[in-house]
């Protein structure tokens, strides 16, 4: 099987100096959903910008299933489908104008570039809002146009930067829906977010950029198990004056009614609510503290940043 | 035909199709402006104060001057549709629906460059109309006419292209019309034939460019010129030329665009 997208030795130095890219080898499978994930500056949008042309690599390889970003551009960017970070198109432009004009750029006729946009629009819900203005939408629906857009020329690779930045839940809720759906009819997605809960309930496979270098890269099941302490939250059904002692579990009392634990792995937490339960302590409910993404995320982040210092 | 070169031509005839519809989305400010001014410019200048001077080259003031106020039409239309079309792209930033396409440098200039003609052509058309009312107007030598109308406006796309890519604010984009197109174009023998001023000044008007295309403009429309036409055609074929490369290199090299 042919990758989707191969980096060898990715560099990018800009005029300034700042080397924004330091050397970055990185192999995404055909129909993989994968997940790009970094601290603002680490080079994520440097690596996406250089895959659409809109920014020069100072040296390394790009290839795009098997075309080769200095030898056949033409070839790799009709592969390629970008939603950017920012809004990007006319703001005086109305909505099916702006999708049908765009797959004319890529050769496709008027005919079947306009059953295209009927079907992108009504599928992302803006087929109302054809002959409306761009910049009349809402930043949800903007976004959504974004990826209307960028599937117009049917790209067997979708790049997102941060499509669901402030979308409403239940708007992002959709937007995964669909990406997810996608991605099942064959379609190999990168995607790089802020939401780690989006990347971990969207992406098999996930690499994590920081100052230009790739400081992780596996299966999102493998770097989720190299998490070796969760932090649970339980709400309890009485009041509690004081944090209970629990064997192997260490907890402290967050108000009356919530206790934190911390639970490791190797435990699990049959012993955890065992224990609870001789207490006669009630749970009503438990939560994770924060995205168990999150916690490996900002752990390898710090780590990568004190080697850096030493 | 090859798939490439197919891809090209829809995108070509999508550009000038999204240009086309933009000037005339907009055409309070882009059709109706050259309408009035030239109207104005017949008035005052042709019927009003053009009695008082008569004739020049065997033709009536208002029917001299016809043929310069439509090329100074076309110059500032057809520029200026390219430079605030394409520096709007910029500033907007949906240029970059072009440049992660896989749309050649050649097809976008030409795109651009089109519709920056097409632009000039239609208040050319306008113009040309409005002049009716005011004067009779015949064709002298229809090929030159065409020849020299459509190199005029292609030269001032362009050059409008190339200030839109190095521009970097509103500003930079008024600031070759006003500080020099405007000029050159009063100083190009609109209003009066070159042979009226000193020698001197003879010489030295002629080192405007638009001076030559003016001259080879009225002579399609009248059959008298100043100056020696083959040369002008020449001249124009030459700029056009290097102006085209020059917008290849600099959308090739993807200046004041990609990082």
Known sequence: MTAALTLRQLCKTYHNGFQALKGIDLDVAEGDFFALLGPNGAGKSTTIGILSTLVNKTSGTVQVFGHDLDRAPGALKRCLGVVPQEFNFNQFEKVFDIVVTQAGYYGIPARVAGERAEQYLTQLGLWDKRHAVSRELSGGMKRRLMIARALMHQPRLLILDEPTAGVDIELRRSMWSFLSELNQQGMSIILTTHYLEEAEQLCRNIAIIDQGRIVERSSMRELLLKLDMDTLLLDLGQTLGEAPLLQGYACQLLDSHTLEVQVPRQRGVTGLFAQLAERHIEVLSLRNKSNRLEELFVSLVQKNLVEDKA | MSAE???????????????????????????????????????????????????????????????????????????????????????????????????????????????????????????????????????????????????????????????????????????????????????????????????????????????????????????????????????????????????????????????
């Open chain 2, 5 to 259: 070169l197919r891809c090209n031509g829809v995108a070509l005839q999508t550009i000038v199709r999204r240009e086309v519809r933009r000037f005339t989305r907009i055409w309070p400010q882009t059709l109706l402006p050259p309408a009035i001014t030239m109207s104005l410019y017949f008035i005052i200048f042709g019927n009003l104060i053009g009695r008082q001077i008569g004739d020049l080259h065997g033709f009536s003031y208002m029917q001299f001057i016809v043929p310069g106020l439509i090329m100074m039409a076309v110059i500032t239309n057809a520029y200026s549709n390219v430079v605030s079309s394409f520096f709007s792209s910029k500033f907007q930033r949906n240029i970059e629906e072009l440049l992660v396409s896989p749309v050649s440098p050649h097809t976008i200039v030409i795109g651009y460059a089109i519709g920056g003609v097409l632009r000039g052509l239609a208040v050319a058309l306008i113009v040309s109309l409005l002049s009716l009312f005011f004067t009779h107007l015949q064709v002298a030598h229809l090929g030159v006419t065409v020849l020299v109308i459509l190199l005029t406006a292609a030269i001032f796309a362009l050059g409008g292209l190339i200030n839109a890519v190095f521009a970097r604010s509103f500003d930079d984009v008024s600031i070759i019309p006003t500080f020099v197109l405007t000029p050159l174009t009063y100083l190009g023998g609109v209003f009066y034939s070159i042979s009226q001023l000193p020698p001197f000044w003879q010489q030295v008007s002629q080192i405007n460019p638009i001076l030559h295309m003016v001259n080879a403009f009225r002579y399609g429309i009248l059959g008298v010129s100043d100056l020696n036409i083959g040369l002008a055609i020449a001249f124009m074929l030459l700029t056009l030329v290097i102006l085209y490369l020059w917008c290849i290199h600099l959308l090739s090299s993807g200046r004041g665009m990609r990082s």
